[in-house]
């Protein structure tokens, strides 16, 4: 077209656009945004629109949003589309941001915006913004099609909100696969496995779902949650074509259960010796079932298969640390150091009056930190006179190595529950969200507290989350 010396017009430089999204070609992007600039084109809305997708669609967020920026005039479109492109590359908050900057300029979101802004909401700490979305769509009688549904359901159940997620599927007329998958799931990773899997039962007797390898991954899932081998035994043999995801779910299934004859002959039928995440799931089952021996056999393994994750060498400190072998600890510690490698640190946070407050172990930053460890240490008392036990110290095989030096209170989402506790009303849930895998101290402290205080108390790790309430959790203490 350009060696024709043909007229280029704004829907020839958005189908270019709409072919470098689909190539995902940043060189080619870059021509045809030179072309738009070169024909005085740049800043035509739907050309600047096609322009910031191509950007987006090509992994280059920065060049969409400098785009953006330089437009004179957006519509909905433009701001629908840099929303996007904030949310698929995590920046979440300044997704938030745009949007509120969208409504102050006068311009109404409609089901696509609302539905491309909802994964920001899908956290702990922004739970009330998704609820003031969800609002918002009933306020003004936006589409509320099953697919708005569905990004609202997955906002519900990653912001800890289970019960509203399971309203919205309620109140569904029509659900497709995603909307089951996301229930299914959603229920497993809040402890209910056994509703997961009610619902799927239910799923299958609908003809017109096709089930693909997500929904069995869900099932899956649920089969763990809930325990139940027959039946994960029974779902998997259905699939076709078996992915390593399913296979590392089967494996955690059979691992959560004890059966870990029955683990290791299941990874060497399906050839997943090399499998990080099938080793870590069996990891998981030495840690439930107390294999301390077998625990560290496998964080070896992991030690050879991934020798550049600072995390396994923090497991296998922590077994030596644990097995009074200060030695091993500190040729280990050598080790990683020598490696270059930086073991993750832990964090906690809880929002609290629309600020989230972080919190590392031992933290003593926090303008309240003297009430904050009152409050924990006048809850461990109570717990002791009560006839409890306190926090168990076992660290074997847990994945933080600076929890080890740290009073028993201090952990970091012990800091951040108990100024949940010091700053809400009774009978508030408290919310809190880990970057790492509860401990198993922390995990018997917050149950204690959970009927202490006769509160629920939702803690959310990267496995799933923990509803400690009247001194017992969802997780069934497996987790």
Not at 207 to 213: F, G, T, V
Not at 292 to 308: A, Q
Not at 466 to 473: A, E, L, Q, V, W
Request: with cysteine; glycine share 6%; charged share 25%.
């Amino acid at each position: 077209m350009l060696w024709s010396k043909a007229e280029i017009d704004p829907v020839a430089l958005a189908t270019a656009a709409s072919t470098c999204s689909l190539l995902k070609s940043i060189q080619k992007a870059r021509n045809v945004h030179k072309i738009a600039t070169d024909c005085g084109l740049e800043f035509h809305v739907l050309v600047s629109n096609s322009l910031m997708k191509m950007y987006i669609d090509c992994d280059s967020l920065e060049e969409a949003r400098s785009l953006f920026d330089a437009m004179p005039s957006r519509d909905l479109i433009s701001w629908t589309e840099v929303i996007r492109g904030h949310v698929k590359n995590g920046g979440y908050n300044e997704a938030l941001k745009l949007f509120c900057l969208m409504t102050r300029a006068g311009i109404k979101p409609d089901s696509l915006t609302i539905t491309s802004i909802l994964p920001a909401c899908a956290r702990v700490p922004a739970h009330k913004q998704g609820k003031e979305l969800h609002g918002f769509l009933l306020r003004n009688g936006l589409d509320m099609n099953f697919i708005v549904k569905n990004a609202l359901m997955d906002m519900y159940v990653k912001s800890g909100f289970i019960e509203l997620a399971s309203n919205v599927f309620t109140s569904m007329i029509k659900r497709d696969i995603f909307s089951w998958t996301i229930m299914i799931l959603g229920y497993s990773l809040h402890g209910q496995g056994r509703r997961g899997l009610d619902l799927f039962s239910e799923m299958e007797k609908n003809p017109s779902l096709q089930i693909d390898d997500f929904a069995h991954a869900a099932v899956l899932h649920a089969c763990v949650t809930a325990c139940n081998v027959d039946l994960g035994m029974s779902y998997f043999n259905r699939i076709k074509s078996p992915t390593v995801t399913h296979c590392v779910l089967m494996v955690a299934l059979l691992a959560r259960a004890g059966l870990f004859n029955e683990s290791r002959l299941f990874i060497e039928e399906h050839r997943i010796k090399s499998s990080a995440g099938a080793l870590r799931a069996l990891l998981d089952g030495c840690r439930i079932h107390r294999q301390v021996t077998m625990g560290k056999r496998i964080v070896e393994k992991l030690c050879e298969l991934e020798p550049l994750d600072a995390e396994n060498y923090v497991l296998l400190s922590n077994w030596y640390a644990e097995n009074a072998k200060q030695d091993m600890v500190d040729k280990v510690k050598t080790r990683i150091n020598d490696m270059g490698l930086k073991p993750k640190s832990a964090y906690s946070w809880i929002e609290f009056r629309n600020k989230v407050h972080v919190f590392g172990t031992g933290d003593v930053s926090h303008p309240r930190s003297e009430k904050i460890y009152w409050e924990l240490q006048h809850l461990m008392k109570k717990m002791e006179d009560g006839g409890g036990h306190g926090p168990n110290s076992e660290f074997s095989l847990h994945d933080v190595d600076e929890e080890r030096e740290c009073i028993r209170i201090g952990h970091c989402e012990m800091l951040a529950i108990s100024l949940g506790l010091i700053s809400t009303q009774e009978r508030v849930t408290v919310r809190v969200t880990k970057n790492l895998r509860v401990c198993r101290s922390c995990h018997d402290f917050a149950k204690a507290i959970s009927k202490i205080v006769d509160r629920e108390i939702i803690v959310k790790d990267p496995n799933c989350f923990h509803h400690f309430k009247n001194g017992s959790c969802s997780c069934g203490d497996l987790w």
